[in-house]
C-alpha cells in the first residue's frame, strides 16, 4: 500500500472508531410490512403474498415515526417485503411530510406507475431504489414473474424523468448476469439514473442452500475489477457506480470501487424496525442479532444500552479471523454475513491471504 492511503487508512480507522463510540443514529429503516407481490428466488426476508408475520399496524408505524423523528431526527427508508402493497402506505408517507421528516424507499417498481410516483414526490421522498438484475432472462429468473421486467423498466423510466433527487438502481449479481453488466449500465444511463449499487446474493431467506446463485471467489474478484475498470468511465456518462456495502476489501482497491471504504455501520449509525416490531441494525441480518421489539423495549434504552456486539467486535476474532492481518481494518466484516456459531463470514474476500484480490 503507498504511504498515502497507509495514512488515508489509519485516519480512517480513527474515524470509524469515533463514530463507534458515538453511535449517532442516523438511518432507520421502517420494514412495514413482510408481504410482496413477487416471490423472488434470493429473497433475503423470505417475504411472500401472504405474510404469517403478525405485522404492526398502520398507527403504530405513525407513533415510531412520530418518536424517533422528535428525538433522532434519522433518514427514514421505507421498505418490505413490497412497501406499496401495505394498506397504509399512502397514510405513512404522507405523515413523514407533516412532519417534516427526511425519507426514501426501497421498491420492485411493480406498482410504480405516474400517479404513484407523483404522490411521492408530492409527500417530499428524496431516495428511491429499485432493483434491475441485469438482461430481461437474467432478472425474470430471479424475479419469477413473466411481468416484472417491463414494469421494473417502466418504473425506472418514471424515476429518471423525475425530480428525485437520489435515483438509485441496485443489481444483484449471480453468475448468470455477471457479464451483463456493460449492457445494463447503458440501460441506467439512456434512463437518467444517477446511482448503481452491485450486491452479490448471501446464504439467507429464499438462497439459502442455492449455490448456483452465488458468486465464487473468482467471479467475486471479477466483479469488483470490473468496478474498478469501469467506474470513472460511467461516471462521466451520469451513472456513479459501487460495490455493495457487504464485506471488507483492502483499503487501496477499496476506495476505487465504493463511495465509502468498508464500514458495517448497522447498529452503529443504523438501525431497523422489522413488521413485526423487532428492533436490529441491517434489516439483512439474523435473528441472533435481533435487540428487543419496539412494541415492549424503550427503543432510546434499547439504542444507548444494547447493540453491544454491533460496537464491539472482538467477540468476532476467531476461526480464520484470529491470525488475519486485515483484522484490524476487517473485524470480522459485516455482520449479515455471520452468525453467531460461525467461525467465519459466510464469505471472505481476503481468504486469509490466501491470495490477492485484484488491483
Same mark, same amino acid.
Given at each position: 500500500?503507498?504511504?498515502?492511503?497507509?495514512?488515508?487508512?489509519?485516519?480512517?480507522?480513527?474515524?470509524?472508531?469515533?463514530?463507534?463510540?458515538?453511535?449517532?443514529?442516523?438511518?432507520?429503516?421502517?420494514?412495514?410490512?413482510?408481504?410482496?407481490?413477487?416471490?423472488?428466488?434470493?429473497?433475503?426476508?423470505?417475504?411472500?403474498?401472504?405474510?404469517?408475520?403478525?405485522?404492526?399496524?398502520?398507527?403504530?408505524?405513525?407513533?415510531?415515526?412520530?418518536?424517533?423523528?422528535?428525538?433522532?431526527?434519522?433518514?427514514?427508508?421505507?421498505?418490505?417485503?413490497?412497501?406499496?402493497?401495505?394498506?397504509?402506505?399512502?397514510?405513512?408517507?404522507?405523515?413523514? @411530510?407533516? +412532519?417534516?421528516?427526511?425519507?426514501?424507499? *426501497? #421498491?420492485?417498481?411493480?406498482?410504480?406507475?405516474?400517479? $404513484? =410516483?407523483? &404522490?411521492?414526490?408530492?409527500?417530499?421522498?428524496?431516495?428511491?431504489?429499485?432493483?434491475?438484475?441485469?438482461?430481461?432472462?437474467?432478472?425474470?429468473?430471479?424475479?419469477?414473474?413473466?411481468?416484472?421486467?417491463?414494469?421494473?423498466?417502466?418504473?425506472?423510466?418514471?424515476?429518471? @424523468?423525475? +425530480?428525485?433527487?437520489?435515483?438509485?438502481? *441496485? #443489481?444483484?449479481?449471480?453468475?448468470?448476469?455477471?457479464? $451483463? =453488466?456493460? &449492457?445494463?449500465?447503458?440501460?441506467?444511463?439512456?434512463?437518467?439514473?444517477?446511482?448503481?449499487?452491485?450486491?452479490?446474493?448471501?446464504?439467507?431467506?429464499?438462497?439459502?442452500?442455492?449455490?448456483?446463485?452465488?458468486?465464487?471467489?473468482?467471479?467475486?474478484?471479477?466483479?469488483?475489477?470490473?468496478?474498478?475498470?469501469?467506474?470513472?468511465?460511467?461516471?462521466?456518462?451520469?451513472?456513479?457506480?459501487?460495490?455493495?456495502?457487504?464485506?471488507?476489501?483492502?483499503?487501496?482497491?477499496?476506495?476505487?470501487?465504493?463511495?465509502?471504504?468498508?464500514?458495517?455501520?448497522?447498529?452503529?449509525?443504523?438501525?431497523?424496525?422489522?413488521?413485526?416490531?423487532?428492533?436490529?441494525?441491517?434489516?439483512?441480518?439474523?435473528?441472533?442479532?435481533?435487540?428487543?421489539?419496539?412494541?415492549?423495549?424503550?427503543?432510546?434504552?434499547?439504542?444507548?444500552?444494547?447493540?453491544?456486539?454491533?460496537?464491539?467486535?472482538?467477540?468476532?476474532?476467531?476461526?480464520?479471523?484470529?491470525?488475519?492481518?486485515?483484522?484490524?481494518?476487517?473485524?470480522?466484516?459485516?455482520?449479515?454475513?455471520?452468525?453467531?456459531?460461525?467461525?467465519?463470514?459466510?464469505?471472505?474476500?481476503?481468504?486469509?491471504?490466501?491470495?490477492?484480490?485484484?488491483?
Amino acid at each position: 500500500m503507498s504511504i498515502v492511503n497507509l495514512v488515508k487508512s489509519k485516519l480512517y480507522n480513527i474515524y470509524k472508531d469515533f463514530e463507534t463510540t458515538e453511535h449517532k443514529l442516523i438511518y432507520v429503516f421502517l420494514e412495514i410490512t413482510r408481504k410482496c407481490n413477487l416471490s423472488c428466488t434470493h429473497c433475503g426476508s423470505d417475504c411472500s403474498k401472504d405474510s404469517s408475520m403478525n405485522e404492526m399496524t398502520t398507527e403504530s408505524w405513525l407513533s415510531i415515526i412520530d418518536y424517533l423523528n422528535y428525538i433522532y431526527k434519522p433518514f427514514f427508508v421505507i421498505t418490505g417485503g413490497e412497501p406499496l402493497v401495505h394498506e397504509g402506505f399512502s397514510i405513512i408517507v404522507n405523515h413523514l @411530510k407533516q +412532519k417534516n421528516a427526511r425519507w426514501g424507499m *426501497v #421498491t420492485n417498481g411493480m406498482l410504480l406507475h405516474q400517479n $404513484k =410516483l407523483d &404522490e411521492l414526490i408530492h409527500n417530499n421522498i428524496e431516495s428511491i431504489t429499485v432493483s434491475l438484475d441485469g438482461d430481461e432472462k437474467s432478472h425474470l429468473y430471479l424475479r419469477k414473474h413473466p411481468q416484472s421486467w417491463f414494469k421494473v423498466n417502466k418504473a425506472i423510466e418514471l424515476i429518471g @424523468k423525475s +425530480k428525485i433527487i437520489h435515483k438509485d438502481v *441496485v #443489481t444483484c449479481v449471480y453468475p448468470s448476469n455477471l457479464d $451483463k =453488466l456493460n &449492457e445494463t449500465a447503458e440501460l441506467l444511463i439512456n434512463n437518467g439514473i444517477t446511482s448503481w449499487r452491485l450486491f452479490r446474493i448471501f446464504p439467507k431467506g429464499s438462497a439459502k442452500n442455492k449455490p448456483e446463485l452465488y458468486l465464487d471467489f473468482n467471479q467475486s474478484q471479477l466483479l469488483i475489477q470490473w468496478i474498478a475498470d469501469n467506474r470513472d468511465r460511467l461516471e462521466l456518462k451520469g451513472l456513479k457506480i459501487s460495490f455493495s456495502c457487504e464485506g471488507y476489501i483492502p483499503f487501496e482497491l477499496d476506495i476505487k470501487v465504493r463511495n465509502e471504504p468498508f464500514f458495517c455501520r448497522a447498529g452503529i449509525n443504523i438501525a431497523s424496525i422489522l413488521a413485526d416490531g423487532t428492533i436490529t441494525g441491517c434489516n439483512n441480518n439474523g435473528e441472533d442479532f435481533y435487540q428487543g421489539n419496539i412494541s415492549k423495549d424503550n427503543f432510546q434504552e434499547v439504542w444507548n444500552n444494547r447493540f453491544a456486539e454491533f460496537r464491539d467486535k472482538n467477540w468476532l476474532k476467531t476461526g480464520e479471523c484470529m491470525n488475519c492481518s486485515h483484522w484490524k481494518n476487517c473485524q470480522g466484516s459485516s455482520i449479515h454475513l455471520r452468525d453467531k456459531l460461525s467461525k467465519g463470514p459466510h464469505f471472505c474476500y481476503v481468504k486469509n491471504n490466501e491470495r490477492p484480490l485484484l488491483v
